[in-house]
């Protein structure tokens, strides 16, 4: 057996892994060095040398995209297809479970997967069922519940009410919401981890048939596994199994999705005879690169501690470019990514990483303007995101009442008490009369409709009559911010918790901003307000390069988790933005970013540029930030600064935000002689910016972000700053 091929060019340490006796081991390492090869090898080296059968083995990936990749590279080292391998996500690998077992599982054959918006539309017709209070009970926060407890394992009647009656409501309605989908045979994502994990827990002899199956585990990116993944690779290896897990404590980053770095601890507790290999030698980065993260990442207090040295070349230092604006800086990247690709460079190995999802906009205008087609990973090109097309069909009905697809879009969006019923009754007017559906609604509300009904369609149709009257004239960012907000779309994503509703939020804010920097072009015959959203239909079509095309990879420093490019732009390192505001003051929040910019950081192989802004608009505000803590980690013999920082000046035009919270139309901050972005001195804090200002005369308040000492609000008759 010619078992060269598998072991060639593996170091050391990876072929003492990659050929380990059959006892369960972890792979703990850094980035970039060779866990997900080591992986692949092993699945090859069982296969080919030690005989396994490829049924024989279960591995599991982060995404369905990493278990093709990893499936082409065994094959690849086999030369041979290995259909019989399992492979996948532990949702992927749960549901086929499902679908074999169905009846152990007490599920229905036919059973159908739910998304978590139709997870919310289940709660939200429960809630509305029980005729509980709308505002205090949000179907959002239900849904949040529900999931965390599934999670966890948990079902209702594990959990306690803790005599708290919220508590007691929750768990009510996670009980009723079950028996709604038991009954109809739906599964929620949540619901396949924990059913799969029941499935086992309770049918030993179909537990140990997979026992003696699937005697080898393999899993990658370990550190972010949850409760319940644990939980069911736990059981599936018993006592006989041989998980073989690798995994990176400094980049795990999914800690607010319920992942548990602690699960690296309870892996040596709950198999005593593991063993532990430590990959220490990185292949993917320059010695700059590396020098780079390691200074950072050696600022967390809780890690395992590993040292990261390569054999490659110094490379070039980490070019860190100051940009006035956001704009100023997806110009500047968009510009050195057409120098790469008119150098021959495959666009495709080049990455625009960023820490917000919001963040995506300007950099795609720019992308749109220079012709460089792109690719927006893991998520939606900004204008196909879903609050922008709720906000873009209220705009779009104000602008014309006969947009039957907008219409259609909002009328029952937030929920407003307008049902299946009443929609079918105007359809068919509309049908029946050839007109539009804005007149059917006017039309059937005052004769065929009930009293409930009627009304419900009466305050939506004045809603729009009111939003147009209020916002004729204005700005056009005036008029996208009002709308955002008399719409109750931003209410209404402020009850969906957690981050996915947060970011809503921030969409829905840079739409305000979008709309601020949109300059309609002359030769157009329309209102602003038109001008406007054809640009943003056209965006929405073009631009996104088709699939086979060489495209630049834009991203989240989250979902580059795994991957690699040759060129990585980290862009808005800044304080607040990231480390984003909300883990700012909060130790493990703010190491959590740590480790995903050691991810960000790690993702470049030969050139990296961070990017930040002076100052930035974003979600509808302008902002003046300092740049990011991180990037002073980073020691300055590893950074070329390409351009000498710039002072901030004054905002031509005050955030409205910023308007709002002064309490007048005045700049803030220009009562007491101060002005936003200026840098002062104090005595014990030492230099800053001004970021904000509220109050007037002696309680005059100003928001300082102190280059050492963090953001302080003081009483600015008190602080005896020096204004520099
Ligand atoms: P991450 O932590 O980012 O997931 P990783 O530890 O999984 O990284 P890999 O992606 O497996 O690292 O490897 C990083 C790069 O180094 C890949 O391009 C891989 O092919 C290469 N590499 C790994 N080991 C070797 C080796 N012994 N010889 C040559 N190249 C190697
Ligand atoms: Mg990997």
Redesign the pocket.
Known sequence: MDVTPILE???EA?RKAVTAVADPLLVI??????????LTHRIAWLIDVEGVSPQGLLAVTFTNKAAAEMRARVESLLKMPVNHLWIGTFHGLAHRLLRRHWQQARLPQNFQIIDSDDQLRIIKRLIKNLELDDDSWGAREVQYFINKQKDEGLRPHHLDDEKDPNRRQQIALYRQYQEICDRGGLVDFAELLLRAHELWRDNADLLAQYQRRFRHLLVD?FQDTNAIQYAWLRLLAGKTGVPFVVG?DD?SIYRWRGARVEHIGQFQRDFPRAGMIK?EQN??STKTILDAANAVIVNNSARLGKNLWTEGAQGEPIRVYSAYNERDEANFVVGKLRDWSEQGNARADAAVLYRSNAQSRVLEEALINARLPYRVYGGLRFFERQEIKDALAYLRLISHREDDSAFERIVNRPTRGIGARTLEEMRSYARANSCSMWRAAGAVASDALSGRASSAVVVFLNLIERMAKDTDGLPLNEQVDQVIHSSGLVEFFRKEKGERGETRIENLEELVSAARGFVPDPADDMSPLDGFLSHAALESGEGQADAWEDCVQLMTMHSA??L?FSLVFLCGMEDGLFPHQRSINDQAGLEEERRLCYVGI?RAKKTLYITHAEQRRLHGTDSFAQASRFIAEIPDELVEEIRPRVQVSRPMRPAANARRRSGGSIAPGSEIGVRLGQRVRHAKFGEGVIMNCSGQGSHAQVEVNFETAGTKILVFAYANLDLM
């Open positions: 060019s593996l170091n990876q390492a850094g980035a970039g060095s060779g866990k997900t090869r080591v990116e990176d980049q990959l292949y993917r988790k795994g690699e790690t």
